[in-house]
């Protein structure tokens, strides 16, 4: 029904969010039971999901263009991304992972908004043990190290143990290892397009105290949208602040709450891969 387009070599080597992206995306549509074939023009439904910038636009002029969507992996300011966009109306969507890059994809990059679907990859629900022997993991990327400084000053001030992880510097299993020894989390990050990785900690349940931020910014003021570290949150998730003088009230309002947090709800009900094949099949369909 499905054919999946994308590199390995887009990946980089390493576990990566492309790499989770089709992962997941595999494994979302076996579970589903979802026809799909992998870099095959088979079936009717062409989903492009990632590319080297310096692919030639003419890769894939065989398609049927006007079943394809694109996307995740989607930057506007590469040569491709550019080429997609001045050709939109040949395509059947262009996928934003969440609605703050819908608003960038609009806004700021000229998409049209019935050329824009908002489709986030499932996220599996584990079956997991925790022993809770660590107290928290605080995951920091894309932040400042001083930020870090700043958190695992306060932790130790409040005797509070924690296990660092740090952007591209773990593996898969270390990831796993580590949540199924702590309580909580702490997310020290930047603006993430969907956050596979925080997203699996509330897969596992784990309370989440994030430093948020408010903007992505990236590309200059011409491009700024409001934007955040997780772009899939409600209040049974955790606790959110913004800058370090209110660390202090977010962790006591969040640690007297800490029991009645269910970041697992919002994985179940929004991201889980049966949630995610239904999304993409309607994508196609409508």
């Known amino acids: 029904m499905i054919n999946l387009w994308y590199e390995e070599s887009y990946w980089g080597g390493r576990s990566s969010g492309p790499q989770r992206v089709v992962q997941n995306t595999?494994?979302?549509?076996?579970?589903e039971c979802i026809p799909y074939c992998k870099n095959t023009d088979k079936f009717k439904y062409n989903f492009l999901m990632q590319y080297q910038h310096d692919i030639a636009v003419t890769k894939h002029e065989n398609l049927e263009h006007s079943s394809c969507i694109i996307?995740?992996?989607?930057?506007?300011?590469?040569?491709y991304g550019q080429f997609l966009i001045e050709n939109q109306d040949y395509y059947k969507k262009i996928i934003a992972p969440s609605h703050w890059v819908e608003d960038l994809f609009i806004n700021k990059c000229g998409l049209s908004p019935n050329k824009v679907a908002v489709w986030p990859v499932g996220i599996q629900v584990p079956d997991l043990k925790c022993d809770n022997s660590i107290d928290c993991l605080v995951y920091h990327k894309g932040r400042d190290d001083k930020d870090l400084q700043s958190v695992s000053e306060f932790l130790q001030d409040k005797q509070i143990s924690y296990e660092i992880l740090k952007y591209g510097s773990y593996s898969p299993s270390d990831f796993k290892n580590i949540l199924s020894k702590v309580r909580f989390c702490i997310i020290i990050d930047g603006t993430e397009s969907q956050g596979i990785a925080i997203q699996e900690m509330m897969a596992y349940n784990k309370p989440l105290l994030v430093w948020d931020v408010e903007e992505w910014n990236y590309m200059g003021e011409s491009y700024v949208v409001p934007a955040s570290s997780v772009p899939y949150w409600n209040d049974s998730c955790g606790k959110r602040f913004f800058?370090?003088?209110e660390l202090e009230d977010s962790f006591e309002e969040?640690?007297?709450?800490i029991n009645y947090y269910e970041s697992k709800k919002i994985v179940e009900t929004e991201l889980s891969y049966s949630q995610s094949v239904k999304k993409l099949i309607?994508?196609?369909e409508e």
């Open 26 to 31: 595999i494994e979302a549509l076996t579970q």
């Open 282 to 284: 309607n994508i196609f």
């Open 254 to 257: 969040f640690y007297s709450n």
């Open 243 to 245: 800058n370090l003088l």
């Open 71 to 79: 996307g995740p992996q989607f930057w506007p300011f590469d040569s």
